[in-house]
């Protein structure tokens, strides 16, 4: 099964280079043999990165970057770390994947923390890994070739700073390390590890109010994320993107006495990476044009430049960030499905137990990825922990079905006495 799966992971990287389904103008999408509208899905290198890593914001259908803050704060938005309260703190979550597959050495762990500087000044410090197990690699005959650990990780680092009693920003440095088959040859070419620079760039607006009795708080975060250079798993200068994310997300928090408090998030996620262009269009009766000979058109927007490879692949990050507001093929309702949209809720009861809830939708053209969450959490005295689990809406397979997530966090304040 293992096997099976890696050669997934390699198919994926090989379609990043090439994408053969049509275009059919006047549906306004790509399509199918049939004339359906068909999957367009944005493919980049290193999608651990934008896995949700800890449980608490996988219990709230994976929102988080509105929410209060805590350790996991970098992987949505660190700018939260600046209002913190707390001196230091560090967690440990644990993640098991494709468990309901039956496989148990695949997994990633996360390990974050931070240390408030004074008042205006948070660092923070993050350690992401994924591990694929262990590999029997064959070649195209299945005679083994030997074995392998596929294996990803980040290392992450932030500055984040209050610039008014109300607004913080914050900036992360990144170094990503991706290890999926080095040493190994598909098709007579070496693979090798990739290996990748990037940035966070992230804020938050705090807005305390009176709706309750015991007073709210309304929070608004963005975030551009894994904004970094390209890779490549070979020798070639052709490299892929990694996952370049914007995020916007909004929280209310009502405290209603002193023991009972909730808190309602809504998370937008969009990648700020090209939509794939299709090599060939098709005509409204469903028809591929061909020129004199009898062979294929290629659509005139797949490779302006005629060098054999698709020009979206070829732009800068900056420019790919940029277009990628409007560089949809099926126009602005394209543009609207690639928005990924999460939704959560958060009971705390005397600051201790948390009930949460969540709901995460992305379109079926684009990933189809749709499921509840739920999960809990409890605070004593130093320790922390928060568990999740996911449940899918549709008929699409979640590497989380049915898995319960752990996180364990550690406060030091209580350790000390110092809040």
């Not at 607006?205 to 975060?221: A, D, F, M, Q, R």
């Not at 509840?372 to 605070?379: D, M, P, Q, R």
Request: aromatic share 12%; proline share 5%; net charge negative.
């Amino acid at each position: 099964m293992k096997q099976i799966l890696f050669a997934l992971v390699l198919t994926m990287l090989a379609m990043m280079g090439s994408l053969e389904a049509q275009f059919n103008p006047v549906a306004g999408c790509v399509v199918d043999a049939n004339g359906r509208c068909a999957p367009n899905v944005i493919l980049s290198a290193t999608p651990f990165l934008r896995i949700v890593p800890d449980a608490r914001s996988g219990a709230l259908g994976d929102a988080g970057i509105a929410s209060s803050a805590d350790p996991n704060a970098l992987h949505f938005n660190s700018s939260k770390l600046a209002f913190i309260d707390k001196d230091m703190s560090f967690s440990a979550t644990y993640t098991p994947w494709l468990r309901n597959l039956g496989i148990k050495d695949i997994y990633m762990a996360y390990l974050t923390g931070y240390k408030k500087v004074d008042d205006l000044q948070t660092i923070g410090m993050g350690f992401r890994y994924f591990s694929m197990g262990e590999i029997n690699f064959t070649d195209i005959n299945g005679n083994p070739t030997g074995n392998g650990l596929p294996r990803e990780f980040e290392l992450a680092v932030s500055y984040n700073r209050k610039l008014s009693d109300n607004f913080s920003a914050g900036l992360t440095a990144k170094y990503i390390h991706s290890n999926l088959a080095s040493g190994q040859t598909v098709g007579g070419v070496l693979i090798s590890s990739a290996n990748a620079f990037a940035a966070d760039l992230s804020f938050t607006y705090k807005k305390k109010g009176n709706l309750t009795p015991e007073g709210s708080e309304w929070t608004l975060g963005g975030a551009i994320t894994n904004l970094g250079s390209k890779v490549t798993y070979t020798s070639n200068d052709r490299r892929d993107f990694i996952p370049a994310n914007f995020g916007l997300g909004t929280s209310l928090l009502l405290n209603f006495d002193e023991y009972n408090s909730i808190t309602f998030l809504f998370d937008v996620n969009k990648l700020l990476l090209p939509t794939p262009v299709s090599r060939f269009e098709v005509d409204e009766d469903g028809n591929i044009p061909v020129d004199d000979q009898g062979m294929r058109i290629q659509n005139p927007d797949w490779d302006p430049d005629g060098d054999g490879f698709p020009d979206y692949k070829q732009q800068s990050v900056f420019s790919a960030a940029l277009s990628s507001w409007g560089d949809a093929q099926g126009g602005f309702g394209e543009e609207l499905q690639e928005f990924n949209m999460s939704l959560g809720i958060e009971y705390w009861y005397d600051k201790q137990f948390a009930a949460r809830l969540g709901y995460y939708y992305e379109n079926p053209l684009k990933g189809d990825r749709q499921f509840i969450t739920v999960g809990a959490g409890l605070k004593y005295s130093v320790f922390g922990m928060d568990i999740s689990y996911l449940v899918p809406t549709n008929n699409q397979r979640n590497p989380l079905d049915n898995t319960l997530r752990f996180t364990l966090q550690f406060d030091f304040a209580a350790l000390t006495g110092d809040y």
